[in-house]
């Protein structure tokens, strides 16, 4: 992958290396220096249902509300690809760090959450309403994006037509917005010296409904760590967890 040409010259001793943990699209590399701190690029494609320009804004959002983010440094465009250039946070992701044990990260994890559900809706810009986000996903699902291979297992060998109207006959009732990450994943969320470090891969984060994060939350952890944690993480943060909304938003997630 050819970096911008105002980067080479800007950081002609850098090395560069292409990350690959995530599901994200677009491409990620983190810039070591030999002196100053490292940075990470990321790149995706100029395509109609591209996330850096959205990511971009929810990161500079985050920074003025007092959130822990990385810090937008440049953005440009150049071969027919978005470029954001940006500050790396200390420590490690939730899913690689092993420093930790699983008791702290999941408390970590609560922590983090509860923290950004509770900044009022009125601070922020961003609406990720559930009828938009079945609209995207009826996008993706007619202009062939969803990656079928890719479902969870329970789904594995149907199409995305067929997902898609489970998706919407079981749409749930009860609504309880918050300022929601929206891919709240172990791996989007980073510590440094046992504490939270920052969130990270933002570029989905609006006023949705709690579930859509705590349903992702739970899948992560159930991966990640078992799902003997999954009860402790719901304590932590403060619900009894509804088995319902958490099925509907990972079913959701499939075509993101």
């Not at 994890?109 to 009828?131: M, N, S």
């Not at 990640?224 to 959701?252: H, I, S, T």
Request: charged share 25%; with cysteine; hydrophobic share 45%.
């Amino acid at each position: 992958m050819d970096i911008p040409n105002k980067w080479r010259e800007q950081f002609p001793h850098a090395l560069i290396e292409q990350q690959a943990i995530g599901e994200s699209r677009a491409d990620v590399f983190r810039l070591r220096q030999d002196s100053g701190a490292d940075l990470f690029l990321k790149a995706e494609p100029l395509i109609e249902w591209g996330e850096l320009a959205d990511e971009i804004e929810r990161l500079r959002w985050l920074r003025q509300v007092d959130l822990p983010a990385p810090i937008v440094l440049d953005e440009l465009t150049e071969n027919h690809r978005h470029w954001l250039l940006m500050t790396a946070l200390p420590g490690q992701d939730l899913a690689s760090v092993n420093t930790l044990s699983a008791a702290q990260i999941i408390d970590i994890l609560a922590t983090a959450l509860r923290t950004l559900h509770q900044i009022p809706l009125a601070l922020c810009p961003f609406d990720h309403a559930l009828e938009q986000r079945i609209a995207v996903a009826q996008e993706h699902v007619s202009a062939g994006l969803v990656d079928e291979t890719d479902f969870d297992d329970e789904r594995l060998g149907r199409s995305a037509t067929d997902v898609f109207a489970e998706l919407i006959s079981t749409q749930p009732k009860a609504h309880d917005l918050v300022v929601a990450h929206g891919d709240a994943c172990l791996p989007n969320f980073m510590a440094a010296d046992g504490r939270f470090s920052g969130f990270i891969d933002c570029g989905r984060l609006g006023i949705s409904d709690r579930y859509q994060d705590l349903a992702l939350a739970a899948r992560s952890i159930e991966r990640n760590l078992g799902p003997a944690w999954v009860k402790p993480f719901f304590e932590l943060y403060g619900v009894e967890p509804d088995e319902q909304r958490m099925k509907f938003y990972c079913l959701l997630d499939e075509f993101f």
